[in-house]
């Protein structure tokens, strides 16, 4: 494990207890998950108990203790989602993957979950791939997504890449798509 | 009544919106100029005048909370609620994502006016986009003077800081933001004190939504009152709507308060889709109680909505036509508010999972015949009795969808009977 890096992402924000949440979901975004170490450091570091850090890292829904999927899905299950068929892409992407909501699937590929109201409530309903949102999409489009992903694009590499270890440090995600939807005046 | 013209929402068409330049070329940080020459204590007043109430969803008169702060006190924040997590919300996203100035003009103007040297923005860590634009906007911010030391040569200091959240619906409440941005859970304090009197590390601190500080700028530039012209008797100055749900045109329409909410549905989100007809419409939030086709006809003002026996809430309003399982939708917002529950109140962890298991018994039609005189019990013993208003809001959709809708759950109560 690059502890290093976990090093870099405290120094970017400062040891200060206040940042705790910003390089808690920095390190959830390096690793895909928080590791038992990486909590540790930032424990040592913040000067915080471990168990403060814990609590953090399972109150907080962006962060989980085991390794999520490579392609993350996210289903909003808002209730204007929900009433525009939000449960049925969920419940079509489970069969597809063959996967619960929540889990992750064998192979570390896919995970997928139902998330709360996304706050883009026009586009109903919509989906999060890879914070990619896909609104007013129907099941098939959002399987067909998926299986797009799954396609392995050239020959199959024999391992995932790991990160670059130098990679600068990101105090602001890169990703970020508009998401607002403006009425038609 | 004329067709409004927007006034929050006026610069988010135009092309670059969320630039500085944009902003300026179109009047903005005019109202600063105009607050940094009035004493503090004017601004409050003339806030104070113009009627204007939180638009996060409890509708507290913003100039009284101003005035709640002790005036000896030594240090004093500002606090920026952007953690927009209420369902079919989803307004302050757009004045974020493409009008950042506009709120930070607000910004500005309420710290001069309270006297925070200090300001922190809290935005839902699903922002992506929100975070950059508020980052690139306090920067821009900077360089231009309107922040940092000595403002506009007006001798008052401000910085404003960013801070993310993680994913928790209950950091949109006050108490509960202020414990996240000091590095905490995210679960409300108990009040009273209130956030004015002991706030972030015990300071006193003013908490406000983004869409109230949007409004600041206009009430300082244009008077209180012009202001209060607006609106109705106890309701006052325009609302992003945020329309969703089964209408034509979904969307944020910004209409002055008391605007029937027939006419946001017909008028302006374009009618039921499909030509079908209405059956329920939740106006302010999954937090706020049903309303029925029927009572469509009330303006959407904080008082008329009360008396309607619901609430404005964060005006968000979601349609849904008479195709829509009653007994459904109540299941799932209260498996939304299971979920998000922090865990701290007894009669919401423990009372909301037992509510979500007798609706989850009748949705797969073997709910047992006392189950709905069950489910509001329960709610009686959730409701009004936490820290924080999760408890409550959990409690309206249940109740209201029982009270409005209640032989669609006996329907599915009998087919349990005949098996």
Redo the contacts between chains.
């Keep these: 494990m690059n502890l290093e890096r976990v090093e870099q992402i405290i120094e970017t924000y400062g040891r200060d207890r206040m940042n705790s949440l910003p390089i808690l979901e920095d390190i959830q975004r390096e690793f895909n998950y928080l590791p038992r170490q990486a909590l540790e450091l930032v424990a040592k570091r913040l000067g915080m108990p471990q168990g403060h850090v814990y609590q953090l890292a399972t109150f907080f829904k962006a962060f989980t203790l085991s390794p999520k999927g490579e392609h993350q899905c996210k289903v909003c299950l808002g209730t204007a989602c929900h009433v525009k068929g939000g449960a049925l892409i969920l419940e079509t992407l489970e069969k597809e993957l063959k996967v619960k909501a929540g889990a992750t699937t064998a192979d570390g590929k896919f995970s997928i979950e139902g998330v709360r109201c996304l706050g883009a409530c026009a586009l109903a309903p919509i989906i999060v791939i890879d914070n990619q949102p896909l609104g007013q999409i129907t099941a098939d489009a959002a399987v067909q997504k998926i299986r797009e992903l799954a396609a392995p694009k050239t020959a199959p590499s024999p391992a995932p890449a790991p990160a670059p270890a130098s990679k600068p440090a990101a105090a602001v995600p890169k990703r970020g798509v508009d998401m607002s939807a403006v009425p038609p005046r | 009544m004329a067709e409004w013209e927007p006034v929050l929402l006026a610069n988010?068409?135009r092309p670059n919106s969320e630039k500085i330049g944009t902003y300026l070329a179109h009047g903005g940080y005019q109202a600063l100029r105009k607050a940094l020459s009035m004493s503090p204590e004017a601004v409050v007043a003339e806030v104070k005048a113009s009627g204007l109430r939180g638009r996060g969803g409890a509708g507290f008169p913003t100039g009284v909370k101003w005035g709640f702060l002790p005036p000896d006190a030594p240090v004093k924040y500002l606090a920026v609620n952007t953690d927009?997590?209420?369902?079919?919300?989803?307004k302050?996203?757009?004045i974020v994502?493409?009008d950042p100035h506009a709120i930070l003009e607000g910004v500005i103007i309420a710290a001069y006016a309270i006297g925070a040297h200090r300001a922190f923005v809290y935005i839902?860590?699903?922002?992506?986009?929100g975070?950059?634009r508020w980052?690139k906007a306090i920067a821009d911010a900077y360089q231009h003077g309107f922040l940092g030391k000595d403002i506009l040569g007006s001798g008052f200091d401000l910085d404003v800081s960013v801070?993310?959240?993680?994913?928790?619906?209950i950091c949109g409440e006050e108490t509960a933001m202020l414990e996240?941005?000091?590095?905490?859970?995210?679960q409300p304090r108990l009040k009273p004190p209130y956030p004015a009197q002991v706030g972030l590390w015990g300071r006193p601190t003013i908490v406000q939504n983004v869409e109230t500080l949007a409004n600041v700028p206009h009430i300082i530039l244009r008077g209180a009152a012009w202001y209060a012209s607006i609106g109705t008797e106890q309701s006052k100055g325009p609302k992003i709507f945020?329309?969703?749900?089964?209408v034509n045109?979904?969307?944020?329409?910004e209409l002055p308060l008391g605007t029937p909410l027939r006419e946001i549905i017909e008028k302006?989100a374009g009618g039921v889709r499909y030509g079908r007809h209405i059956k329920a419409v939740?106006p302010g939030g999954?937090s706020t109680p049903m309303l029925t086709a029927r009572q469509i006809d009330v303006p959407m003002a904080f008082e008329t909505l009360a008396a309607a026996g619901s609430a404005l809430g964060t005006g968000?309003v979601?349609v849904?036509d008479e195709t829509?399982d009653m007994v459904?939708?109540a299941r799932?917002?209260t498996d939304?508010f299971v979920?998000?529950s922090?865990g701290a109140c007894v009669p919401c962890r423990l009372g909301g999972f037992r509510m979500l298991e007798r609706l989850e018994a009748i949705a797969r039609g073997r709910g047992r015949p006392d189950d709905l005189a069950k489910l509001e019990s329960l709610a009686r013993g959730i409701s009004g009795l936490t820290f924080c208003p999760l408890g409550t809001g959990m409690c309206e959709p249940v109740l209201s969808g029982l009270a409005l809708y209640r032989d669609e759950f006996v329907a599915r109560l009998n087919t349990a009977a005949k098996r």
């Design positions: 988010v068409h927009e997590g209420e369902p079919g919300t989803f302050d996203r757009l994502e493409r839902r860590g699903e922002f992506f986009l975070v950059k980052i801070h993310r959240g993680a994913g928790a619906y996240s941005l000091e590095g905490k859970r995210g945020c329309v969703s749900g089964h045109r979904p969307g944020n329409y302006y939740i999954v968000a979601i849904m829509t459904e939708v799932r917002i939304f979920h998000e922090c």
